[in-house]
């Protein structure tokens, strides 16, 4: 998200409702009608679904409510997903028609959040390549980038600092907790990553890419 874009969102949802949300609180539920367009102002929010059997399958993690929320009021599609605060979220409300009419009056905003919108789902296409192709290794490693690349407003950070545990990263990648605190341990060794008190501090960014691309072998 540009800084542009970021400030003019940020003006305009100001003068909205905020709305404040507890660590593991459910914002949304499936089947809920979503009737205002949302933009995080604090916090980060997980998006998933429930199997069959009862587990939950994690489908985003970051700061994806601006986007869904959009998309929901713009097509009327239905809520399929839980929306679940993973720390204290914070969270303005403006009126779907009112957002969605400040869009269409405000070209350069729209212009730039069609861009946006559009850069999310190709990450999101190349994320779920890499996870359907590589081992558990590259898997983990590319979740890690993933995370990192979206943890802040302005792009990448160098610390994945909102309590991600290694369970969540396991509802991520389809993989074991088992799995992926295996993983964690290699990407350690390699020098890659630091993992301590519930924050992952990265060592090398760009040999994680390499990683994720199966470049690095574990």
């Given amino acids: 998200m540009t800084e542009t ?7 305009f949802f100001s003068r909205h409702k905020l709305v404040k949300y507890k660590k593991g609180e459910i914002i949304l539920r499936p ?14 929010v997980r998006v998933y679904y429930l199997s069959e059997s009862g587990q939950e399958v994690t489908m985003q993690f970051f700061k994806p409510i601006l986007f869904f929320t959009l998309i929901f009021a713009k097509t009327e599609i239905a809520n399929k997903y839980y929306f679940e605060a993973v720390d ?16 269409r009056n405000d070209r350069e905003a729209m212009s730039m959040m069609t861009d ?31 995370l990192s690349s979206r943890n802040g407003d302005m792009g990448y950070k160098d610390t994945i600092d909102f309590g991600i545990t290694h369970k969540l990263i396991a509802s991520l990648t389809g993989l074991t907790r088992e799995t992926v605190t295996l993983q964690m341990l290699k990407l350690e060794k390699q020098g890659l990553i630091v993992n301590q008190n519930k924050k992952i501090f990265i060592k090398d960014y760009d040999a994680l890419i390499k990683a994720s691309k199966n470049d690095i072998k574990e």
Avoid at 34 to 44: A, E, L, Q, T
Avoid at 93 to 99: D, G, I, R, V, Y
Avoid at 134 to 143: E, T, Y
């Fill in 5 to 11: 874009l970021l400030d003019k969102l940020t003006q």
């Fill in 116 to 146: 946006c919108i559009m850069m999310a789902f190709l990450n999101l296409t190349d994320q779920i390549g890499y996870l359907l192709s590589g081992n558990a290794f590259s898997r983990v490693a590319s979740m890690l980038v993933s």
């Fill in 88 to 103: 204290s979220v914070e969270i303005y409300k403006s009126p779907a028609n009112e957002t969605l009419e400040w869009f």
């Fill in 31 to 44: 089947g809920e009608k979503v009737d205002y367009v949302g933009f995080i102002k604090s916090g980060h």
